[in-house]
């Protein structure tokens, strides 16, 4: 192998930065050059790839977003558009391919496999929605982001007994609702996985006005029904010793410094993928599995949904007292 190329695709995750480091500083130890490509799949499309030295991957360990880019493409789901990104890597004499992004990042990176370019994947999303990894780089920074958020609104929460209604990222997984609601000590947690009644909710409400609580503080998942603003109309015409006030964390939750356990688990990654590659390897996406990085085929990733602990989820419904 002489030269590999590396893109971030999909929606942002800090940590990406961490990850491509790892990618780039990994393959030039093995003697490799390394192009960079812009903004994702579409970078692939339009020729847009440069070569990374290991000084231009300096000082972004600690930084989030992607300094790559990233974009959707539609482009890159069709045939016309991939065959156009495969032209361009051939062109540019690049044997093989590292693709660091989510679920649908890794869809694009077996559509190319299937058309018989190496390619090897790198989960990133803070929904951890991705499946052969335990978690994604990005998750635990996000999930710090939250529980930031929920520590400061409990005080003010407190001081003027008000149930806040808290919606966190997660259009389809709830596993950024589940966590941050039990690592901040919600009274309740709202997710796309598990049907939830307006009327537990408000239950729930009274029940912890009841017991004297100095606030009621929900998680909501983007994607859960019924949403935020649902409930918050729902509660509002209700009697319930509360006041009720709603808050949407949207994007703050994808930026920030990446946390020491995503840098770290950002870096196995990239180091891993270049281990497999290195083994001639191809076709996988490398993830975090009880502890050891493990390649699994992207036919299987691809096809695979994750699911949430639920056990979990309800085991944890005994903290909500
Ligand atoms: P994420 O990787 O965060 O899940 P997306 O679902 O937007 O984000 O996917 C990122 C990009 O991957 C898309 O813009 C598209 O270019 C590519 N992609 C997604 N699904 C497919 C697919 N089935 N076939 C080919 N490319 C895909």
Same mark, same amino acid.
């Given at each position: ?71 959707? $493409?539609?482009?890159?789901?069709? &045939?016309? !558009?991939?065959?156009?990104?495969? *032209? ?5 004499? /690049? #044997? ?76 389809? $997984?709830?596993?950024?609702?589940? &966590?941050? !609601?039990?690592?901040?000590?919600? *009274? ?5 996985? /598990? #049907? ?97 990085? /493990? ?27």
């Amino acid at each position: 192998m002489k030269r590999i190329a590396v893109l971030t695709s999909g929606g942002d995750a800090p940590g990406m930065n961490s990850c491509l480091r790892a990618v780039v500083r990994g393959a030039l130890a093995e003697g490799w050059e390394v192009l960079g490509v812009r903004q994702g799949y579409q970078g692939l499309i339009d020729g847009r790839m440069d070569p990374l030295d290991a000084r231009a991957v300096g000082g972004i360990v600690q930084k989030g977003g992607t300094i790559l880019g990233t974009i959707r $493409s539609p482009e890159f789901k069709t &045939m016309e !558009g991939r065959k156009r990104a495969l *032209e361009n890597l051939n062109k540019n004499k /690049v #044997e093989a391919l590292v693709v660091i992004g989510g679920n649908g990042s890794q869809s694009g990176a077996y559509e190319l496999h299937k058309m018989g370019f190496p390619v090897i994947g790198a989960p990133s999303t803070i929904d951890n929605d991705v499946p052969f990894t335990d978690i994604t780089i990005g998750v635990d920074t996000a999930l710090n982001t939250v529980l930031n958020a929920i520590d400061k609104i409990k005080e003010t929460a407190s001081s003027h007994h008000r149930a806040f209604l808290i919606e966190v990222m997660g259009r389809d $997984s709830g596993y950024l609702a589940m &966590m941050s !609601g039990i690592a901040g000590g919600a *009274e309740f947690i709202v997710i796309p996985e /598990v #049907e939830t009644d307006m009327e537990d909710i408000v239950e729930s409400v009274e029940d912890a006005y009841r017991k004297g609580k100095a606030h009621f503080i929900a998680i909501i998942a983007e994607g859960a029904k019924p949403g935020t603003q649902a409930i918050a109309d729902y509660l509002r015409g209700k009697e319930l010793g509360f006041e009720v006030r709603m808050t949407i964390l949207g994007h703050v939750q994808r930026g920030g410094s990446p946390t020491a356990f995503d840098r770290v688990l950002a870096t196995r990654l990239g180091l891993g993928a270049i281990r497999e590659l290195a083994r001639a390897e191809k076709g996988k996406m490398v993830g975090l599995i009880r502890g050891e990085t /493990v390649a699994t085929p992207l036919e299987e990733v691809t096809s695979t949904k994750k699911v949430l602990d639920l056990q979990f989820y309800r085991r944890a419904q005994v903290l909500e007292r």
